[in-house]
């Protein structure tokens, strides 16, 4: 027992980056974190660990940043106390991703979880971490369900696929009353609770806004081939097209458009596989002009400097720029540290009170929101989202005003 | 073994007494031996404090009684099944659905499920077991897909959404319990040991002997006066039956199922793979391939899996490659062996 509980402290050790500079366990506090390590979506879960890393490094060591827990080395509140991080793989696996969520708990005495991506996954480890009194900071799963189930534990900072639809339909009113003519959008959806959460807030806001739907198509997720798909959606031949899908789905309907000829007047994209940087990689040349909802833009750094500095230590690591996701684990992680700060102790329910009581001013993020604040239901209200579009080889921001570098180009191909 | 001398014996024999005898006393030994290993496991959630390690022992003995389930169809009748993801998602969404949206215990929502699966394996054999060989096993993959997207699309059973179990209170009315994994081993336990049983019965019966002569050669089987098709019909829906009770237990453990989560393909081969790594066909071989395969999996990812080199995976691959090569007929093989080079000496 005890010497696998120091194999896999050395081993977490090891990943967090910390080596020999290891605090004394009283001086520790150990945080879960639970990605998707292999299969599918492994490459999200190595992100998010650099992502994780990197706000460890804001939190464990001093810097002269505007963000929470970043002045002062360790955690002000718990004496300087450190965080380590106990990582584990769910495989995408509701009952896997239990299963660990119990492990972290009662094995590693984490005092939080932060996870999952996959709303599948994120729905039974705020069970678990519910039935032990345990925070969950849920950092980028954005179904809208996971909010409405009254728990106490949960905690998610980044908006919800419901308040991101909304940004898209609020950025297209704006567009009509500009008196351009946007008639009918098509929804393009996979079969997940992401994808079929996704396309009941678009029809239910299209409905009430008054835009057609032309075409309603869900598919197959990780399918073959996308080709029926594709043609029925060129044959509506909508104003715009929403689609709703993950990297590898994403970057299959890209290629099977342009094989097919089918160039959409204009796409508004639900993030995930849109916000990958592997997609951009492989077909950005037939996405220019695509727009995404997002939860982060990096052109933020022209008027937040942590913003770019954040992004610097991030991309030493990962080698890549911050995006949707992983500046969203990020920001979980200082909302839980500032949390912690205030709690000034580990115990479940009184970091679950820090949490409930957090208010942090926007400008004190890296995100473009509002505040960061949390509801009844543990969603934060004011995590406003952004609408980005790709433009070269960056994304501009070009919604809402407040946050926007540059007008839009629509429609994307005229 | 005996069973096919029984048989194949002249109808009047001086030593049918003796082996009669012989063969009751081995089957007495048999059951000795069971009682003793289930009485052991009932007792070995006590002994293991630990959650995580309760939730593996869960487990195990989930996939033993579900791989034991697959082998009565599988490993006796030969008919080799890669769709039993089927029946333990229709046992798995009917004890959730009858539970969740109507308020009805899942006690009776499990009865429902396993009713329901054996239904569905008899319509689905109806055709297919007129399939033979490896065009029964594609035609049950397909089949299982085909339930998969139909659930996905079916917003009554919560389409891709999936079922979230009410947070209840501790209680065996509900089957809910939120931290206690000792009554959740149980309950998997009481499930091995009822397919155990049913194998153990059924084995040296009638039945049992025409699923292993159909296993062996249908034609002659049916030459002999074997009801081939009566006898695939029979083990499928025993087989799905209680595949599905494991798929409402699984459900009750996990809380929240979707789609992908109880259907997916991967559920299929689990149910498969103790039983052929632990030995086709026999009455431990299920148990013991769960016994090696479950915890290595479990505890591989769980200490491994967090670097996300598949260092766990790998491992996985590999234990199943090197049974697959030195031990084609599976673990149990191993005993066999010896047993019978002691019985040679003696």
Known sequence: ?414 | MTGTSLIAAPAISPSLDEADRRFAAKRRRSLYVGALVFAGLAALPYAIRDVYLQNVLVLTLLYAALSQSWNILGGYCGQISLGHALYFGIGAYATSILFVNYGVSPWLGLGFGAVLAASVALAIGWPCFRLGGHYFSIATIVIAEAGLLLVQNWDFVGGAMGVQWPFNPDSWATLQFARDKIPYAHLALGLLVATWLVTFLVAESRWGYGWRAVKDDPAAAQSLGVEVFRSKMAAAAISAFFTAVGGGLYASYVSYIDPESVMSFRFSLLFALPAVLGGVGTLWGALVGAAILIPITEISRSYLGGTGSGIDLIFYGGLVMVVAIARPEGVLSLFKRTRAARNEEV
């Open chain 1, 1 to 414: 027992m005890l010497r696998r509980r120091e194999i896999l402290a050395a081993g977490a050790l090891a990943l967090a980056g910390l080596g020999s500079q290891r605090a004394t366990a009283a001086d520790e506090v150990v945080v879960g974190v639970l990605y998707a390590l292999s299969g599918a979506s492994a490459q999200n879960g190595v992100d998010a660990r650099h992502a994780f890393e990197t706000a460890l490094d804001v939190i464990n060591e001093s810097h002269d940043l505007d963000l929470p827990a970043a002045k002062g080395a360790g955690l002000e509140g718990l004496g300087g106390a450190r965080i380590r991080l106990v990582i584990a793989d769910h495989q995408g696996d509701p009952q896997k991703g239990r299963a660990e969520a119990e492990r972290l708990i009662t094995q590693d005495k984490v005092i939080a979880i932060v996870g999952a991506y996959q709303s599948s996954v994120s729905a039974t480890v705020s069970a678990v971490c519910e039935r032990y009194g345990v925070p969950f900071v849920c950092a980028d799963s954005s179904s809208p369900s996971l909010s409405r189930r009254n728990l106490k534990y949960f905690f998610r900072p980044a908006a919800n696929d419901e308040m991101f639809s909304a940004a898209m339909f609020d950025f297209m009113d704006g567009l009509r009353k500009q008196g351009k003519t946007i008639d009918s959008v098509s929804l393009f959806y996979e079969d997940t609770i992401y994808g079929i959460d996704s396309s009941n807030v678009q029809r239910k806001l299209a409905n009430e806004r008054g835009y057609r739907i032309a075409a309603d198509v869900k598919y197959k997720s990780n399918s073959p081939s996308l080709t029926a798909e594709v043609q029925a959606l060129k044959s509506a031949g909508a104003d715009v097209l929403l689609p709703t899908c993950y990297t590898n789905d994403a970057i299959l309907l890209t290629k099977t458009m342009g094989e097919l000829g089918y160039k959409p007047k204009a796409i508004i994209a639900q993030a995930a596989g849109f916000s990958e940087k592997s997609v951009y990689d492989a077909v950005g040349d037939k996405l220019q002009g695509l727009i995404s909802r997002a939860s982060f833009s990096l052109d933020l750094a022209a008027k937040r400097p942590s913003v770019g500095i954040v992004n610097a230590m991030y991309r030493k690591r990962a080698d890549r720029d911050l995006n949707d996701n992983t500046s969203r684990q990020f920001t979980a992680m200082l909302v839980l540290a500032d949390a912690l700060n205030r709690a000034g102790s580990t115990d479940g329910a009184k970091l679950r009170a820090a949490l409930a009581a957090t208010d942090i001013p926007g400008t004190r993020t890296i995100m473009p929101w509002k505040k960061v604040i949390f509801d009844a239901g543990g969603q934060n209200p004011d995590a406003t989202p952004v609408l980005i579009q790709y433009v070269g080889t960056t994304f501009v921001t070009v919604f809402p005003e407040s946050a926007a570098v540059a007008p839009a180009i629509w429609p994307m191909n005229a």
